[in-house]
Each structure stands twice: as structure tokens, then as C-alpha cells.
T-cell receptor
Framework: EAEVAQSPRYKITEKSQAVAFWCDPISGHATLYWYRQILGQGPELLVQFQDESVVDDSQLPKDRFSAERLKGVDSTLKIQPAELGDSAMYLC????????????FGPGTRLLVL | QKEVEQNSGPLSVPEGAIASLNCTYSDRGSQSFFWYRQYSGKSPELIMFIYSNGDKEDGRFTAQLNKASQYVSLLIRDSQPSDSATYLCAVYTDKLIFGTGTRLQVFP
């Protein structure tokens, strides 16, 4: 069964350091999403890509966060510098071109900032 | 502000009982509704979706939608301890908006 891949699964870093997360969507899925989930809350959308283009990054803290999907396949989310409040689960999801509403999540990256 | 509201729980039910999970949403323009199951420390897993008013059944799961009341529910029949998880309601308008989830505990 096709799955969304993410790495690393866990990341511990110190504040002010840079971190990066990688996501490979389900093969053929044109739309890719990065979500952040704080403990006890639901996932919140950070950025949405359609192929290589950003569709929605209104909730991405652009002073420290950046995301790219250069070839329209895999994607990288970067935080620089990391802050204590960035500790959360970072989830990648993907959906097909004809059905953007139905989104499938990867295993997530759990980030702890010390 | 588009909102999706869920009771955080925990909802405790005995094994074999019916678990009923509820969700309300604020945006009347919402067209698609989803239920995700999330085990502790894991990512959300899509278990049901519903687009039209009424009931939709899939195995032990039934999703119910009432657009007039802006209400979505998930029924789990014959609940098992393995159903113990957090259930996230999500509503799609121009993007997917999640509730905070309801924690379900099924005890033997």
C-alpha cells in the first residue's frame, strides 16, 4: 500500500539551531501539505503545495520557517532558528489532483527543542 | 474564524458497547467531513469520510451528517480495546480544519 514517507521520525535540538524535515508523498499525488500538531490539539496547516507551487502558506511563520518542493515531488520544511515553542509533531500529508480533500498522513516527525 | 468543536473526553465505554463521538462546525459552506483515528504518539489515520446528509456505514463504523444542524458524528459498534485512541473530526471548505479530538477509552 502506498504511503507518505517522512524523516527523521524524531529530532532533538537546542534552541537557535536549524532543523530540517523531509517528506515524500504518495506516488502521483500532486498536492502536499505540512501540518504542525501541538500536544492535545488538532493538526494545523502550515503550507500547501500544488506540484512545485505554494498554494497556501498563510499560517507559516516566515521569519523562521521555510518550505520547498523544487521538483514537485518530495518536500523539505526548515526551521531556523528553532525556538522552544516549536516543539510539536510535524506532519506531512498528500492528496491526489482530483481529490484534494482526502488527505493521507505520513508518520510524522516529533521535534523537541531544548 | 472557521471552527470545529469536539468534546475532549475521555469517553469511556465498555467492550462491546457503542461509542458515539460528536463534532460541530461553524462554516455552513463546508462540503466534506472526515474522521481520523490517532493512536498516542502516532499520526492521524483516515477512517471515514462523508459528503451527504444521512448515514454512511463501513464495517463497525457509521458516520452521520446533518448539515442543517452543522453536526457530524461517528458511531463505533462493538467497541474493542484496540479502538482506544483519539478521534479527530476534520471539515473541508477551502482547507482541512481539525477539531482538537475526542479521546476514547474502551475497557474490557
Amino acid at each position: 500500500e502506498a504511503e507518505v514517507a517522512q524523516s527523521p521520525r524524531y529530532k532533538i535540538t537546542e534552541k537557535s539551531q536549524a532543523v530540517a524535515f523531509w517528506c515524500d508523498p504518495i506516488s502521483g499525488h500532486a498536492t502536499l501539505y505540512w501540518y504542525r500538531q501541538i500536544l492535545g490539539q488538532g493538526p494545523e496547516l502550515l503550507v500547501q503545495f500544488q506540484d512545485e507551487s505554494v498554494v497556501d502558506d498563510s499560517q507559516l511563520p516566515k521569519d523562521r520557517f521555510s518550505a520547498e518542493r523544487l521538483k514537485g515531488v518530495d518536500s523539505t520544511l526548515k526551521i531556523q532558528p528553532a525556538e522552544l515553542g516549536d516543539s510539536a509533531m510535524y506532519l506531512c500529508a498528500s492528496s491526489s489532483r482530483g481529490d484534494q480533500e482526502t488527505q493521507y498522513f505520513g508518520p510524522g516527525t516529533r521535534l523537541l527543542v531544548l | 474564524q472557521k471552527e470545529v468543536e469536539q468534546n475532549s473526553g475521555p469517553l469511556s465505554v465498555p467492550e462491546g458497547a457503542i461509542a458515539s463521538l460528536n463534532c460541530t462546525y461553524s462554516d455552513r459552506g463546508s462540503q466534506s467531513f472526515f474522521w481520523y483515528r490517532q493512536y498516542s504518539g502516532k499520526s492521524p489515520e483516515l477512517i471515514m469520510f462523508i459528503y451527504s446528509n444521512g448515514d454512511k456505514e463501513d464495517g463497525r463504523f457509521t458516520a452521520q451528517l446533518n448539515k442543517a444542524s452543522q453536526y457530524v458524528s461517528l458511531l463505533i459498534r462493538d467497541s474493542q480495546p484496540s479502538d482506544s485512541a483519539t478521534y479527530l473530526c476534520a471539515v473541508y471548505t477551502d482547507k482541512l480544519i481539525f477539531g482538537t479530538g475526542t479521546r476514547l477509552q474502551v475497557f474490557p
